[in-house]
């Protein structure tokens, strides 16, 4: 699924994740963004702040956000705030300064690293990836450009577990996704691919003679004035740092800790969201970090951004989650519009949010969120034996789903850490929440005959993701 689940190393970096302790480059901050304290707004613009704070106020209190939102058209900035709290046991609360995790948005950072390469004439995306890992001979058909939209055939995972507390260097990363089977040959289907990504990572440093870290901040970073946007690594301490949860029967918990250094140029990228809509502002106006050219391919071939249509406005812009994070990032390019949020409650309905928002600024109807409250169903024994059973998501293969029971209860074993023996409520019509305050959903499938043949997941309101049983 496009939202990154896995994706979700030691190597010389600048400085501490998070921190810029190196010299800037001599263009540092050139083309800076200014998102200092916007100016008071009047008319419609102050009409609209209002309820863009109205709305992210009454989902905060709903318990159903927690995190920081940047809204602006063009330079105007609408409502840069942060709802919530960045740590639940000392009580700190989010500020636009919040440093998260971005999980997949990391991606749009290594494909526009990759055009600034290009234009640097270090390579070109047509190039043979061979030509700069010469021992990936399985690889010999693979193009860069392959590994910027996915066609390259590279399985999405499988080469290392957000669990595994081992920094991972990328060289040895490299090792374990060039052993891997390709998934189909090279530009003959598509599946998205985090391990893709690690590679354009790999071709980064490979080419620039840099760390990525350090190639991104001199050259894609630090011009624009992203100062509190680095490499992330889960040991580090640094100020600003936002803890990341989940929730369960309502309360707030934590995952197990993950590694997401480990996933390079697929996710490990963290930033505030001040910074972000630097970024988005600098990506979307041809000539500031990269050429209209560049600019035009990233959009046109989806190289590290997605495209659609809401409400028949277009949009350009990615989701990103791992574990107790998301990040959303999303532009309309006719409207000059920007709307993102970096939120650290994984349960977030990303899919309403991105709607509601939307709609608030385009002046258009919208209702403000309500509390969810659910409630379970019992079941016979003999019912819930319908539901055990090993389902393979589509997504990834290499993984497993188990759904198991206890007496009169069901659970499932996930592929996230941390989810272990987590308990499913049976809601009826083959539909199973995992905490009452949330919409997200397990949802059983059944055959012509009525056996249970699969299962989806139903999360942050955005995406049904689907698995096979397997057995």
């Known amino acids: ?29 050139k083309h800076a963004i200014d998102v200092g304290t916007p100016a008071p707004l009047i008319g419609p613009d102050a009409a609209v702040s209002r309820n863009l704070d109205t709305y992210m106020t009454a989902l905060t209190d709903a318990g159903r956000f927690s995190g920081t939102v940047h809204v602006a058209r063009g330079n105007t900035v609408l409502l840069s705030k942060g709802y919530g709290l ?56 693979i193009r860069i450009y392959q590994l910027l939209n996915h066609t390259a055939g590279i399985q999405s995972d499988g080469a290392f577990s957000l ?14 996704i060039m052993a891997l089977p390709l998934t189909f040959e090279p530009g003959t289907s598509y599946t998205y691919s985090n391990n893709g990504y690690i590679t354009l990572s790999y071709i980064i440093e490979k080419t620039s003679g840099m760390s990525y870290e350090g ?3 001199t050259n894609l970073f630090l011009p624009i004035g992203m100062n509190s946007t680095g490499q992330d690594n889960a040991r580090d301490v640094f100020s600003n740092r936002a803890s990341g949860y989940t929730t369960m029967d309502r309360n ?20 505030t969201s001040e910074d972000l809509f630097r970024w988005v502002h600098a990506v979307h106006t041809p000539g500031t970090v990269l050429s209209p050219e560049s600019t035009t391919a990233m959009e046109k071939s989806h190289y590290g951004i997605d495209s659609g249509n809401l409400k028949n406005r277009t949009w350009i812009g990615h989701t990103g989650r791992n574990f ?34 939307s709609t608030i600024v385009f002046n258009e109807s919208y209702s403000l969120p309500q509390k969810i409250d659910r409630k379970a169903v019992s079941l016979t024994p003999s019912a819930i034996s319908d539901y055990t059973g090993t389902y393979a998501p589509a997504w990834e293969k290499s ?14 074993d996930a592929v996230m850490p941390g989810d272990k023996k987590v308990e499913l409520f049976y809601e009826g019509n083959d539909t199973f929440f995992v905490t009452p305050e949330s919409n997200d959903a397990i949802i059983f499938t059944r055959d012509t005959s009525g056996k249970v043949n699969g299962l989806k997941m139903y999360t942050m309101e955005a995406s049904y993701d689907g698995s096979e049983k397997v057995s």
């Open 399 to 412: 993984w497993t789903i188990t759904v198991y029971s206890e007496g009169n209860n069901l659970f499932y």
């Open 252 to 271: 707030p918990i934590h995952y197990d800790l993950q590694n997401i250094h480990n996933s390079w140029g697929a996710g490990s990228i963290h930033a």
């Open 86 to 141: 960045a740590n639940y046991e000392f009580s700190v609360p989010n500020t636009p300064q919040t440093i998260m995790p971005t999980a997949s948005n990391t991606k749009q950072f290594t494909a526009a690293a990759i055009m600034k390469l290009q234009e640097q004439g270090k390579l070109n995306i047509t190039d043979p990836v061979t030509w700069y890992i010469p021992h990936a001979t399985k690889w010999k058909d």
């Open 215 to 217: 190639y991104l901040k």
């Open 1 to 29: 699924m496009k939202v990154i689940i896995a994706g979700i190393i030691l190597v010389i970096l600048i400085g501490t994740a998070g921190c810029v302790t190196s010299p800037a480059p001599a263009d540092s901050g």
């Open 163 to 176: 669990i595994d507390r081992t920094d991972l260097t990328l060289p040895k990363t490299m090792e374990r």
């Open 324 to 357: 107790g994070f998301i990040s959303q990032t999303l532009y309309f390019p006719k409207e000059n519009v920007s709307i993102i949020f970096l939120t650290n409650h994984d349960r977030t309905p990303v899919l309403t949010l991105i709607k509601d928002l």
